[in-house]
C-alpha cells in the first residue's frame, strides 16, 4: 500500500467512525422512548408535602430532535401536562394548561434532558432528568414555583413500565 493510499484509508476510517457515533447516541436516547411511573417512596420535596399518595405517570416518545410528552397525575388531574417540541432548548407553546404556557427542553447528553415550564417567559418548573444507563429508571430533579410565589426543590424517582 502507498503512502497516498494508507492516508486515504485512514481518512475513509477516521469519517466513518464520527459518522457512526452520533448514530449509536441517537440510538440510546431512543431508548428512553416510552411509559415511567413515579416512585413515592424514593421521591421527595422540600416543602414539606406527603408524598405517599404520590402517582404520576409521564409518557415520553422521542424521534430526532423532538419529544412528545403526556403525563397524567392520578391525584391532581389538573395537572397533567401535554406537549411537542424540539429538544434544542428553544422555546415552544404548550397549550390546554392554566399553570404553563411554554415549555423548553434541551439534551444535556445520551441520558439528561433539561426542561424549563414556564408562563409568559417565567420559569415555573426547571428540572433535570438524568435516565439510568440500564435504562430502566430516571430521576428528574428540579425546583418549581408554587402558586404563592415561593419555591421548592424536588427529587423524584421514576422506573419505566
Known amino acids: 500500500m502507498t503512502s497516498s493510499t494508507m492516508k486515504t484509508f485512514l481518512f475513509t476510517v477516521v469519517v466513518t467512525v464520527f459518522a457512526i457515533v452520533p448514530l449509536s447516541t441517537q440510538a440510546a436516547e431512543m431508548n428512553h422512548s416510552g411509559s415511567w411511573h413515579s416512585v413515592a417512596s424514593k421521591s421527595s420535596w422540600s416543602n414539606g408535602q406527603d408524598l405517599s399518595k404520590f402517582s404520576l405517570t409521564i409518557n415520553v416518545q422521542f424521534s430526532d430532535n423532538k419529544i412528545v410528552y403526556h403525563s397524567v397525575n392520578d391525584n391532581s388531574p389538573a395537572a397533567n401536562l401535554d406537549f411537542t417540541t424540539s429538544l434544542d432548548g428553544k422555546v415552544s407553546p404548550m397549550l390546554n394548561n392554566a399553570r404553563f404556557n411554554q415549555v423548553a427542553v434541551k ?11 414556564m408562563k409568559d417567559g417565567d420559569v415555573i418548573v426547571g428540572s433535570y432528568w438524568m435516565f439510568s444507563d440500564d435504562g430502566k429508571s430516571f ?4 425546583i418549581g414555583k408554587e402558586a404563592s ?6 427529587e423524584e424517582y ?3 413500565q
Open 107 to 117: 439534551k444535556t447528553g445520551p441520558n439528561g434532558l433539561e426542561i424549563l415550564e
Open 139 to 142: 430521576v428528574r430533579r428540579g
Open 149 to 154: 410565589g415561593r419555591s421548592h426543590e424536588f
Open 158 to 160: 421514576y422506573t419505566r
